[in-house]
């Protein structure tokens, strides 16, 4: 199945442009296939020349044309960009918003029609082609609709499909997710510092861990506290270091934690 004959981005900042990408480099679009608006012209520039991808001159001809339409403006924009397209969309493309914290029907409206809507919450790995997004389906959008968006957000990693009720939970979890890994990673570093390690080789040390613990829990099917087991011999030194997190609650505090941060996704989709 081809992914779209054209995709019209609308913002190329951070998202837009890991999206193109990795649109571009995995092959799934060709840079002709791809046109881009953004109010920023030395961004619209930069993202043209180094990815050969063809712009427009505003949002609305870039809606006129486009088959699917990715939002990537930050949500405080979304209404203003909708208002913009709206009388452009006879043509009933596929309207992907990646704009965190905008329900459906808040587009919907936006828009004034019914056209087929897609919601994505990337994350912001999708930078290295190592992310994860969400996509919730719209009620215009169909399984087809479903099968574009997915195809679009592999070239950035891993795709999963919840229904919209699900997104709150998503943002906490995932989209929130690099920031508690990092500081974790940025803790960790620092206690290598504090042992006497040299920083460069401190964080060595805790990235590559990262990525292969990630790794070695993706590639079994074993529970990840089965991998934590392997690695505390009795009486050892990781066991040592596990009753300090226990006794310092860490399991409680990244639970609230994550609930804390979806209780405030849900409150900024109400308002
Ligand atoms: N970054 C993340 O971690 C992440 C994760 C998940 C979802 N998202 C979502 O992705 C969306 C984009 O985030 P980002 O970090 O890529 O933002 P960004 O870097 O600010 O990029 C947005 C781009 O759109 C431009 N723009 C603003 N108003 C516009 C308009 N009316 N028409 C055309 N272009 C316009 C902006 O220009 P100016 O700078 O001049 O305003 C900017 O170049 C957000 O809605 C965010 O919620 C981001």
Do not use: C, W
Request: proline letters at 5%; glycine letters at 12%.
């Amino acid at each position: 199945m081809s992914v779209a004959r054209n995709v019209g981005f609308i913002g190329a900042g951070n998202m837009g442009e890991a999206l193109i990408k990795g649109l571009v480099t995995s092959g799934r679009l060709k840079a002709d296939q791809i046109r881009v608006s953004d109010v920023d012209t030395t961004r619209l520039r930069s993202v043209e020349a180094t990815y050969k991808v063809l712009t427009a001159a505003g949002n609305s001809p870039l809606a006129r044309g486009a088959e699917v339409i990715i939002l990537a403006v930050k949500p405080h924009h979304v209404e203003g960009v909708l208002a913009e397209i709206s009388g452009s969309l006879d043509h009933l493309p596929l309207v992907i918003s990646i704009a965190a914290g905008v329900p459906l029907a808040r587009l919907q409206n936006g828009l004034g029609r019914p056209v087929p809507l897609i919601r994505v919450m990337p994350n912001t790995p999708a930078l290295v082609l190592a992310g994860v997004s969400a996509i919730a389906a719209g009620p215009q959008a169909g399984t087809e609709h479903v099968a574009v968006a997915r195809l679009l957000f592999e070239a950035v990693g891993r795709v999963v499909e919840v229904p919209e009720s699900a997104m709150d939970a998503v943002t906490a979890l995932s989209g929130s997710g690099p920031a508690y890994l990092f500081l974790v990673m940025e803790s960790l570093i620092d206690a290598g510092v504090l042992l006497g390690l040299p920083r460069a080789v401190a964080r060595t040390l805790v990235i590559q861990t990262a990525l292969g613990s990630a790794k070695l829990l993706d590639a079994t099917e074993a529970h990840p506290g089965a991998l934590k087991d392997q690695v505390a011999s009795p009486g050892g030194t990781t066991i040592h270091g596990l009753a300090v997190l226990e006794r310092g609650g860490v399991r409680g505090l990244l639970i609230d934690a994550v609930a804390a941060a979806a209780r405030r996704s849900e409150e900024m989709g109400m308002r």
